[in-house]
């Protein structure tokens, strides 16, 4: 397995600047809305993704892209608690057409009363199939373990 250094300074600055952009607007005091739906933003999978909700209006996951290049789902066992450690499983696609499966958690915690919150936690998973991606790997199974930080608006 190779790992280039170049790839993962271009990925760096990608979540740099989309963080500092996400803590732009938290720094407005504005709760951010895409269609009437809140957001997510962050080193994450999803990286950039929309809000799951159940009947009762409770977050129960989110939905969108992530920096792999493909699609990514997240759904929490129960809605989402604040001050709480929230478990969760998901699936996506990265390099556009691999899938993979997920499981991992977070912890919840507000830093304003604006209806924002960060969260942080980590995942593992595998993908399946051919990955030349990023990274130039090539395995038939590949391990994802990551370090998540998080910010929901």
């Not at 607007?25 to 929309?50: C, D, F, H, R």
């Amino acid at each position: 397995m190779t790992f280039k250094y170049q790839n993962f300074c271009v990925i760096f600055m990608l979540v740099a600047v989309l963080l500092v952009s996400a803590g732009s607007s938290l720094q407005a005091g504005t709760v951010l809305e895409a269609g009437g739906e809140k957001m997510t933003a962050g080193l994450n999978m999803p990286s950039i993704g929309w809000v799951i909700e159940d009947e009762m209006g409770h977050i129960t996951g989110y939905r969108g892209v992530n920096l792999f290049l493909g699609y990514s789902e997240k759904r929490y066992f129960e809605p989402l608690q604040h001050r709480s450690f929230n478990p969760y499983w998901g699936w996506g696609t990265v390099s556009l057409i691999s899938p993979y499966l997920k499981m991992g958690g977070e912890y919840s915690f507000r830093l304003r009363d604006d209806g924002s919150f960060w969260s942080a936690g980590g995942l593992v998973g595998i993908s399946a199939g051919d990955f030349v991606g990023l990274f130039n790997i090539k395995s038939n199974f590949i391990p994802l373990v990551l370090v998540t930080l998080s910010y929901h608006f």
